[in-house]
């Protein structure tokens, strides 16, 4: 149980265009959705909580008009980078929690965008 | 700041020896951690987490608030618990997650 999936798991696009991410909790409803960054050999880095329903809240330094959260229903998040560029390239992960046990976080399998 | 410092970015023993994975944290106030776990080609997982007070696949980890400690403790590895490990701090309480940059941990046989 408690499955999250992430689609697409890989994306390339050119620069100037929007790349739209899906995080999907399989077997239980996520009343809350993370998402992170991890550059190559680096930690993972929160960008955005999001509750269903409701507007993500933003960490410190992340732009919301470049990175659009929309956590429409309990079961999918989506994660918008806007006008992307090179230095947007990276692993972006979800993660999920909610259902039986609301402090764990559940990973999906993380999304490779490479922006050309 | 809150912080979380995994000193060692790789960490090499042979099969059957102890491993200790260090973690430190800062944090003022009465902090929540993880150990997460991330085997080659899958998805980061929980091992454990301090309130559980649990072993996990042989892994134990003990709060220390005076040393601002959470280091992950096995006797004894195996070649399976070759993996990235990191420690995360549940910066206060609503489950937003502070993670250390993680250790490689490789058994060798």
Redesign the interface.
């Known amino acids: 149980g408690a499955v999250?999936s992430q689609h697409p798991s890989w994306v390339i696009c050119k620069s100037g265009t929007s790349v739209k991410i899906e995080c999907r909790s399989l077997d239980f409803q996520a009343t809350?959705m993370?998402w992170y960054r991890q550059f190559p050999k680096?930690?993972?880095?929160?960008m955005a909580?999001s509750n269903e329903g409701s507007k993500a809240t933003y960490e410190q330094g992340v732009e919301k008009d470049k990175f659009l959260i929309n956590h429409a229903s309990l079961t999918l998040s989506t994660l918008t980078v806007t006008s992307a560029h090179p230095e947007d390239s990276s692993f972006y992960?979800c993660?999920a929690?909610g259902g039986i046990s609301?402090?764990?976080?559940?990973?999906?399998?993380?999304t490779r965008l490479t922006v050309l | 700041a809150q912080r979380v410092t995994q000193p060692e970015k790789l960490l090499s023993v042979f099969k059957g020896a102890p491993v200790e994975l260090k973690c430190n944290y800062s944090y003022s106030g009465s902090p929540e951690l993880f150990w997460y776990v991330q085997y080659s080609r899958q998805r980061l997982q929980l091992l454990l987490r301090h309130i559980s007070r649990e072993s996990i696949k042989g892994f134990t980890a003990d709060l220390n608030k005076g040393e601002t400690s959470f280091h992950l403790k096995k006797p004894f590895a195996q070649e399976e618990d070759s993996a990235m490990y990191y420690c995360a701090l549940d910066s206060g309480g609503y489950n937003k997650l502070i993670f250390g940059a993680g250790t490689r941990l490789a058994v060798h046989p």
């Open positions: 999250v809350t993370f680096q930690s993972l880095m929160l909580t992960i993660s929690s609301t402090d764990t976080q559940y990973f999906g399998p993380g």
